[in-house]
């Protein structure tokens, strides 16, 4: 006898994963008698068949198995051995300026020095599971669609929605336009996607956040679904929309996805490869043009090294730790007013009121007056951010103009959580700048790679070379 079952491994924070397995029973124990089997059964909640998969109580464990894909996808994990699984706030700062590589790799070494290759295998698992993740809360939408009696009630839809969306917008953001989307059929069949353009991710994402605002009534799934959105008109240059958008969101709200140290898959990934692993390291000054993390110091960026003399797994790169998740059960944020109040900024910016008792400096000092808790460190010893001081046109002149100290801002507030690639991206493609100018160029540090090369992004991973519909990318562009 067999039979499939849909399982949710579940956490302390509600951090369960969707998992399909087979259980095959062997003949020979159908001569347990059922006073036996009785007293073996257990009623598992979070075990759901197949053919339940038509009752509306089974929408929890769906939904709770495509947020830890979501999460896994997003700050990724510990599992995997020390080094743990990366999600996109790992790659995205290892190919911007975020990190620099402190162990042995020598693909992570190559996504470092911008010159990343379409076997690399760290990349190959990142892209799956952003595919995996984008398809799960896909998934969990359309039993939601499908099972619950009243959508508008139920705030799991709305949030189905909102994360997909985000998978939508880190594949705009993270990869090469001509990202691929292919689509799983109910009997297990597949549908190769074509590929899609940057522009074209964005605009699906867009959709997604629209309807998830418009089909609930809860407020932090609205807001959740408004930050997104935001963003995604700002990747397409719609600032005035996008700065309308966001200013609908106060400074204090936040939605953070969830890590426990119930199991490996659970930690938090960002702390897993830095602090436990010794993989990444804080950069500084990252090929010239990097951001001086480490000599400029920022109570919102807050690092150690420790002891003073510490290095990396591969026993040579300075290992400096960063602050800001404390330990393997640190939440990360993933839509924050702080990101609203600096698209307002931004908004502001691109109207040219960046004038004393402008919107652009009254944006940014609302947040600096009042900075959130939610990125304050959950190590102990590590002091809360406190109000920092009032920018002011004197600050503009010294950033070397409204561009420079906007984009300071956003590194700053916004430090590891898949931003600063996208940022990098943009002051290329919306700001005019040239990409040797904004990303780490020149000699790169490690004796493996010379200098720098010149990806801007990253490349679709060989595995999606079995679609049919897809070559390569469409262009490697910012």
């Known amino acids: 006898m067999k039979r499939a079952i849909f399982r949710a491994a579940?956490?302390?924070?509600?951090?369960?994963?969707?998992?399909?397995?087979?259980?095959?029973?062997?003949?020979?124990?159908?001569?347990?008698?059922?006073?036996?089997?009785?007293?073996?059964?257990?009623?598992?909640?979070?075990?759901?068949?197949?053919?339940?998969?038509?009752?509306?109580?089974?929408?929890?464990?769906?939904r709770a198995g495509a947020v830890g894909d979501?999460?896994?996808?997003?700050?990724?994990?510990?599992?995997?051995?020390?080094?743990?699984?990366?999600?996109?706030?790992?790659?995205?700062?290892?190919?911007?300026?975020?990190?620099?590589?402190?162990?042995?790799?020598?693909?992570?070494?190559?996504?470092?020095?911008?010159?990343?290759?379409?076997?690399?295998?760290?990349?190959?698992?990142?892209?799956?599971?952003?595919?995996?993740?984008?398809?799960?809360?896909?998934?969990?939408?359309?039993?939601?669609?499908?099972?619950?009696?009243?959508?508008?009630?139920?705030?799991g839809f709305a949030e189905m929605l909102g994360l997909e969306g985000f998978m939508w917008v880190f594949m705009a953001e993270n990869y090469c336009s001509g990202v691929p989307v292919s689509h799983a059929n109910e009997d297990g069949s597949l549908v190769?996607?074509?590929?899609?353009?940057?522009?074209?991710?964005?605009?699906?994402?867009?959709?997604?956040?629209?309807?998830?605002?418009?089909?609930?009534?809860?407020?932090?799934?609205?807001?959740?679904?408004?930050?997104?959105?935001?963003?995604?008109?700002?990747?397409?240059?719609?600032?005035?929309?996008?700065?309308?958008?966001?200013?609908?969101?106060?400074?204090?709200?936040?939605?953070?996805?969830?890590?426990?140290?119930?199991?490996?898959?659970?930690?938090?990934?960002?702390?897993n490869a830095n602090v436990i692993g010794e993989r990444y390291s804080v950069?500084?000054?990252?090929?010239?043009?990097?951001?001086?993390?480490?000599?400029?110091?920022?109570?919102?960026?807050?690092?150690?090294?420790?002891?003073?003399?510490?290095?990396?797994?591969?026993?040579?790169?300075?290992?400096?730790?960063?602050?800001?998740?404390?330990?393997?059960?640190?939440?990360?944020?993933?839509?924050?007013?702080?990101?609203?109040?600096?698209?307002v900024a931004e908004a502001a910016l691109q109207a040219g009121d960046t004038g004393a008792g402008g919107a652009f400096l009254t944006a940014l000092n609302a947040l600096r007056a009042a900075p959130p808790t939610y990125f304050n460190s959950t190590r102990a010893n590590v002091p809360a951010v406190p109000p920092l001081a009032a920018l002011t046109t004197a600050d503009i002149t010294a950033a070397g103009g409204a561009v420079n100290l906007l984009f300071n801002e956003r590194a700053r507030w916004l430090w590891l959580t898949a931003h600063r690639l996208s940022d990098l991206r943009r002051l290329v493609r919306q700001y005019g700048r040239a990409a040797n100018s904004v990303f780490p160029t020149g000699a790169y540090f490690k004796v493996q790679v010379p200098t720098y090369g010149n990806d801007v992004n990253f490349p679709i991973p060989i595995d999606e070379l079995n679609n049919p519909n897809f070559t390569q990318c469409i262009d490697r562009n910012p």
């Open 192 to 271: 190769f996607g074509d590929p899609l353009t940057t522009t074209e991710l964005l605009d699906t994402a867009l959709a997604r956040f629209n309807a998830a605002i418009a089909t609930t009534t809860s407020t932090t799934m609205i807001r959740l679904a408004t930050v997104g959105k935001a963003r995604a008109q700002l990747d397409l240059g719609q600032f005035a929309a996008a700065g309308t958008t966001a200013g609908a969101v106060p400074l204090t709200f936040s939605y953070t996805v969830q890590h426990t140290e119930n199991t490996t898959r659970e930690y938090n990934g960002v702390f």
């Open 70 to 155: 979501f999460t896994l996808a997003y700050s990724g994990s510990g599992a995997d051995g020390s080094g743990g699984i990366e999600g996109v706030i790992m790659t995205g700062g290892l190919l911007s300026d975020e990190w620099v590589n402190s162990e042995t790799f020598p693909n992570r070494i190559l996504d470092d020095a911008r010159q990343v290759a379409i076997n690399d295998a760290t990349m190959q698992t990142v892209f799956r599971n952003v595919q995996r993740a984008r398809r799960a809360t896909q998934f969990a939408a359309d039993r939601y669609r499908g099972l619950a009696p009243d959508t508008l009630l139920e705030p």
């Open 283 to 343: 950069a500084d000054k990252e090929g010239i043009n990097g951001l001086p993390w480490r000599s400029v110091a920022d109570p919102r960026t807050p690092f150690e090294r420790v002891p003073g003399t510490d290095v990396g797994f591969d026993n040579a790169t300075p290992q400096y730790d960063a602050l800001r998740y404390g330990d393997r059960k640190a939440p990360v944020t993933v839509a924050t007013g702080a990101e609203a109040g600096l698209i």
């Open 10 to 62: 579940s956490g302390r924070g509600g951090f369960r994963r969707l998992l399909l397995c087979c259980l095959g029973v062997l003949g020979g124990l159908a001569l347990v008698t059922s006073a036996c089997s009785d007293l073996l059964k257990v009623n598992d909640p979070d075990v759901v068949t197949p053919g339940n998969l038509g009752d509306p109580s089974v929408l929890p464990t769906i």
